[in-house]
């Protein structure tokens, strides 16, 4: 069946209705001028006196980035010529269905607050993803070089297919060192000495000065990234990451954290020999179930604000519709959006508006909407246009928007299921998503209810996963997309 | 008589369920220098690649890209030619770590194709005639009964062209060669395999044939 756009959108429609009629919206801080206030005077007075504090964070969240994406991309390399086995891909789908903020709470029972705990929690989710997209580079690369016939598979693995990919695999990995600066900085949320925790602190205390250092730091190292990372030191790089966070001092975990750990994931009613019934109703009817409703309706209400902020941004870097210097001022603001972590922004966010799922909404929608608007924006720009094309709005409107839009609907398709991954997120700043179940479990040190949850979580994520992937089959009416530099995402 | 190379009787070839070749019936025996002349389109690369899936005996084949691998040195594509003589151990350590001995058996080969220095340099960085030279490195390198090229020396300038040709057919007791270049065809080839329309116009001993016969084809 060939689904028509407009049936689509008029569901989405619906469904976005729906969920807000039912979200909890309210709660507006009694005074957010003048939160909003103090945090533009910080803006305007960055105050970068603990120097020493700040750097110490920056250089750690890049340890943390280099040695997690650096695990990730090696497991996923060796994993991805099995790809095509089932014990593999299946496995590899479980592990990068739980985000890594999820990761770093498990494992937190493990290994503790130590820099592991860092490593593991972006080094796991993420070998899932090197090893699919690896394995879709190394599946495309053309093996056809004329070599004897009975050549074992390995060889023409290596000889072959391997050295054809290395290109897109490098610009990838970068891609994804990009994503793993912002995981690490948000790990600080948690306790890890990254710049996340930095700007909590600041926050708490009210210092705003600080936290717009902290976040300048930020901006300043993900901003010129592929300036600054040079293939041939990233050995060298990669070994400075791995000793400093060696040297970092660990709190010691006890003994037998190990089996601590494994009896506490077994379910409590196997261990105690307790009701099922109890624990099932206390599990799924009174945590999973209102968490997953939250997760979706945040993840609803984000997706149609990442859409809308997405169409009407887009053209902000297109040099026909705003201008030369229009589109420069548009290239920055969306880059700088897209640079923010959405859990750093719905923090800051949180702080002015008061709690309520208003934070999170804007927050997905700003840097999803920003992502989708800076790819569309940038295919749009290269556009043929015929000479005495229209300009402005009238372009937009009569000319991009209608010649994008099967680009612009996949796209919002493939950040549905990314988008439903950070609503679970949210949690963690106090809404009712799946996250604030899996954290007060974790406080609790409930940790088969955590790891319930988490299957929870990523069966929902692999639900939204399948509907977006039928949904952008069926609808096939536009050209197939590479995001990101990955195959398959949006065709 | 010698039992021949490859026998094609009454054969369609083709490919993605397409034919390309209609009728097709050749036997090739050793010591023969075949060139196949036509159009563009007229299924020349279809004829050496059904050449390439039949013979069963070890072959060089200088595919029409090259088919060389951008992101290795020179070195390991000229090695690429006898991978499949040594075990999966070896050629990992190879790739990773070529001995001197390796080193020097393709420096002579790279030699005769006038690419002396470049071994460590990676074939992305060449020009489109020195991809040529090492694709023709390559099939010198791995030897055998047959050497199958399509338009081998077609970028480079014709005077070398011939050279290397010249060079490389000797180290063949066997050849098929697409070619574009009817007198280089003449003067190289003992027999001479014309396409035309998808099907064999002319199969016949090159001194048989005159140039104008031959351009025929391409009328």
Not at chain 1, 130 to 143: C, I, N, R
Not at chain 1, 170 to 191: K, P, Q
Not at chain 1, 200 to 205: D, G, I
Request: charged share 15%; hydrophobic share 55%; net charge positive.
């Amino acid at each position: 069946m060939i689904l028509r756009r407009r049936h689509v959108l008029a569901g989405f429609a619906a469904l976005t209705l729906v969920a807000i009629s039912s979200a909890e919206l309210g709660a507006i801080r009694p005074d957010p001028w003048m939160t909003l206030a103090a945090i533009g005077r910080g803006i305007l007075h960055p105050d970068f006196s603990d120097i020493a504090g700040l750097l110490r964070a920056t250089g750690l969240t890049v340890a943390f980035a280099f040695c997690g994406v650096g695990l990730g991309a090696v497991l996923g390399l060796l994993l991805a010529p099995f790809y095509g086995t089932a014990v593999v891909r299946l496995t590899c789908i479980a592990v990068r269905s739980v985000h890594e903020l999820f990761w770093a709470l498990l494992l937190l029972g493990l290994t503790g607050l130590s820099p592991l705990t860092g490593v593991l929690a972006i080094g796991l989710p993420y070998a899932g993803i090197f090893a699919k997209v690896f394995a879709e580079y190394l599946e495309d690369a053309p093996g056809a070089a004329p070599l004897g016939r009975r050549l074992p598979s390995l060889t023409a693995l290596l000889w072959v297919r391997f050295p054809q990919s290395l290109p897109q695999m490098r610009t990838y990995t970068l891609y994804r060192l990009e994503c793993g600066l912002r995981s690490s900085a948000v790990l600080g949320f948690i306790g890890l000495p990254t710049l996340g925790f930095q700007l909590e602190t600041a926050f708490k205390q009210a210092q705003y000065g600080q936290a717009a250092a902290v976040l300048a730091l930020f901006l300043a190292l993900i901003l010129p990234l592929r300036f600054w990372v040079i293939w041939r030191l990233v050995p060298l790089m990669l070994a400075a990451a791995a000793t400093a966070l060696i040297m970092l001092p660990t709190p010691p975990m006890g003994q037998g954290a190990l089996m601590r750990f494994l009896t506490g994931i077994v379910p409590s009613p196997l261990r105690t020999g307790g009701d099922w019934g109890s624990w099932l109703d206390k599990v799924l009817v009174q945590q999973a179930l209102p968490g997953s409703m939250d997760t979706l309706i945040l993840s609803q209400i984000a997706l149609a604000a990442a859409a809308l902020i997405a169409a009407v941004a887009f053209p902000a870097i297109v040099p026909g519709v705003v201008g030369r210097v229009g589109a420069v001022i548009g290239h920055g603001v969306l880059v700088v959006l897209r640079s923010i972590p959405d859990y750093m922004l719905a923090f800051v966010l949180l702080q002015v508006l008061g709690p309520s799922m208003l934070p999170a909404i804007l927050a997905l929608g700003l840097h999803n909407g920003a992502i989708i608007a800076h790819l569309l924006g940038r295919q749009a720009a290269s556009l043929p246009q015929h000479t005495g094309a229209p300009r402005g709005v009238t372009l937009w409107a009569w000319d991009l928007f209608p010649r994008l839009s099967p680009a612009f609907w996949a796209l919002c398709l493939y950040r549905w299921e990314i988008i439903l991954r950070d609503s679970a997120i949210m949690g963690l700043l106090g809404i009712g998503t799946l996250g604030f179940y899996i954290q007060s479990n974790v406080q609790t040190l409930r940790m088969d209810r955590v790891v319930a949850l988490l299957v929870v979580s990523g069966l929902l994520t692999l639900l939204i996963d399948t509907v977006s992937r039928r949904l952008r089959r069926a609808m096939r009416d536009g050209p197939p997309l590479r995001i990101e530099a990955s195959r398959r995402l949006a065709t | 008589m010698t039992q021949p190379l490859v026998t094609l009787t009454g054969e369609s070839l083709g490919w993605d369920g397409r034919v390309a070749l209609r009728d097709v019936s050749l036997r090739i025996a050793t010591g023969e220098r075949i060139a196949i002349l036509g159009r563009s389109g007229a299924g020349k690369s279809t004829l050496l690649t059904a050449l390439h899936d039949r013979a069963q005996v070890r072959l060089a084949l200088v595919p029409q890209d090259n088919g060389l691998i951008g992101a290795l040195s020179v070195f390991h594509n000229v090695w690429m030619g006898v991978l499949d003589d040594h075990g999966t151990a070896r050629n990992l350590r190879t790739l990773i770590w070529p001995s001197a001995a390796e080193r020097a058996a393709v420096a002579r080969v790279l030699q005769t194709v006038g690419l002396d220095e470049l071994g460590r340099r990676s074939v992305s960085q060449l020009s489109g005639g020195q991809r040529q030279r090492v694709a023709l490195a390559r099939a010198k390198m791995r030897g055998g009964a047959l050497l199958l090229g399509d338009e081998p020396v077609t970028a480079l300038d014709p005077e070398q062209g011939a050279a290397l040709l010249d060079h490389l057919l000797a180290a063949f007791p066997t050849s098929v060669l697409v070619l574009h270049d009817v007198d280089q065809a003449l003067r190289v080839a003992t027999r001479i395999i014309g396409l035309r329309q998808g099907a064999v116009a002319v199969d016949a001993p090159a001194a048989d044939l005159t140039a104008d016969d031959l351009l025929q084809l391409y009328r």
